[in-house]
């Protein structure tokens, strides 16, 4: 079994991402792309084209001073949405916080036009970020 071209996408978007290669994540996003957050995370909310992708996500970055630890666990993908389960790792002041996350693409022609970021952390999840 072939693995769909748009699995590659994703997987070229999380690299971006963590490289904060704008260039790249402007080829792999619509001009209109909007970034869910849903969860005890602390860019909870809407995000708007690749500046807000990468200012939400580099809340992140930031609180962690960088420690953060990605593994994807399964993506899969069709012409229209994709779906993909992550096992995170996070470090911050002394503490961590491992969570399973899952991600929903709605694709446009190859390019990703919604992503939706569910965070399935423990009930302690929203403390670690406080």
């Known amino acids: ?16 991402i963590v490289e904060n290669d704008r260039e790249t994540l402007a080829r792999v996003f619509t001009d209109d792309m909007v970034f869910h957050g849903r ?5 909870a909310g809407d995000h708007h084209g690749v500046d807000g992708l990468l200012a939400a996500l580099g809340t992140v970055f930031e609180l962690t001073d960088g420690d953060v630890k990605l593994e994807q666990l399964y993506c899969l993908a069709d012409d229209e949405w994709g779906a993909e389960w992550e096992h995170a790792v996070f470090g911050r002041n002394g503490r961590t916080l491992a969570m399973n996350d899952s991600f929903v693409y709605r ?3 190859g390019r990703i036009r919604e992503m939706w970021f569910i965070a399935a952390g423990p009930a ?7």
């Open 1 to 16: 079994m072939s693995t769909h071209p748009n699995v590659a996408v994703i997987e070229r978007m999380t690299e971006a």
């Open 39 to 43: 969860g005890p995370i602390p860019f």
């Open 107 to 109: 694709f446009d022609d």
């Open 124 to 130: 302690e999840s929203a403390s670690f970020w406080a």
